[in-house]
């Protein structure tokens, strides 16, 4: 016997079953989009990796959520205003300033975290052999750091120099004491050195000398010094004098005025530079025979005399020769 179902309980039964499954794909729905929208976010930042689970947003989103502090001008990859939209990796890169001393200047510049090295290939500082980095190549580099290049360079330099001659003075019996006669003309050496120069920043901080070579040896000057010290000046006369000088000689006669010493002029009273010959001294004069320095002039300076005498004519006859004046003893 075939059993008998209400149209109504059919009904019923199939509604419940519609809301069921309408239950079930609104669960798998949502279930689908929780996990749909859920995107794994890698963040490289100061030498970290930090993993975060996003449903959405911006990666600007995401760096907060990671409490990771961002300066001024770090540089974030993608950009922090762009959506998230799949599994995403960011990369965070720490901007620092610096200060630059290099080649005579100063300069501020914002570099990407790294060593001094990586700072100055970024700046496109080239480094020379010999130059010097502070702080070292491989230091990491901090906001507000220094870093100084100091250039180290040499040059070479062929320099030639003379070598200063000598003078020699020898004994000679056969002239007055007090005069002297060259022998042999001094001729100056000459010698080659080479030089290194180092120079810090251009400046120059050392000189060494590699290197010398004598191109010409120095010649020695000679000169023959009087020792006679006695003179014979007539028949059976002879002076004793402790120097001799050659001495250019005038004339002058009577002024109306007394000698700087006080006296009225004579002859054989001369005048003389008190610096070369004291006043009193006793002289002999070749020519002009026995004097004494009474006097001076304005125009005798140096190895000059002026003799007196006794008449203008005399004077004018005598005019101005050189002369051989003995100190006598």
């Avoid at 980095?133 to 360079?153: C, H, M, Q, Y």
């Avoid at 056969?174 to 180092?198: A, C, H, M, P």
Wanted: glycine share 10%; aromatic share 8%.
């Amino acid at each position: 016997m075939q059993a008998y179902t209400s149209p109504g309980r059919f009904l019923g039964d199939n509604r419940l079953i519609i809301w069921c499954l309408g239950v079930v794909v609104a669960a798998g729905i949502i279930i689908t989009g929780f996990f749909y929208n859920r995107h794994e976010i890698r963040i490289y930042a100061d030498g970290k990796e930090i993993k975060l689970i996003m449903r959405g947003g911006t990666f600007a989103g995401a760096v907060k959520k990671a409490g990771i502090p961002l300066g001024e001008k770090d540089i974030v990859e993608p950009p922090l205003q762009n959506s998230i939209t799949a599994d995403s990796t960011v990369r965070i890169t720490r901007i620092v300033r610096v200060n630059l001393i290099a080649d005579g200047n100063t300069e501020v510049h914002w570099v990407p975290l790294g060593t001094v090295e990586q700072t100055l290939n970024k700046l496109n500082v080239v480094l020379n052999s010999g130059d010097q980095v502070v702080p070292e190549l491989s230091k990491r580099v901090s906001s507000g750091d220094a870093i100084e290049v100091i250039r180290f360079s040499s040059h070479y330099l062929s320099q030639s120099l003379k070598i200063p001659f000598r003078v020699e003075r020898r004994d000679d019996n056969s002239l007055e004491r007090g005069i002297t006669r060259i022998v042999r003309q001094g001729q100056e050496g000459l010698i080659q050195k080479t030089v290194k120069i180092t120079l810090k920043n251009g400046k120059e901080i050392n000189r060494e000398v590699l290197g010398r070579k004598v191109l010409r040896e120095p010649v020695n000057k000679i000169v023959a010094v009087g020792t006679i010290r006695v003179k014979e000046v007539s028949r059976g006369g002879n002076i004793r004098f402790s120097k001799t000088f050659y001495m250019s000689s005038t004339a002058y006669s009577h002024t109306g005025h007394n000698t700087a010493s006080g006296i009225y002029p004579y002859r054989g009273a001369v005048a003389v530079d008190p610096g070369v010959i004291p006043l009193g001294t006793k002289l002999f004069i070749e020519g002009y025979g026995y004097a004494k320095a009474l006097d001076i002039g304005s125009a005798i300076r140096g190895n000059r005399i002026d003799l007196f005498f006794d008449t203008e004519g005399q004077a004018l006859r005598w005019g101005r020769r050189s002369v051989k004046v003995y100190i006598l003893e």
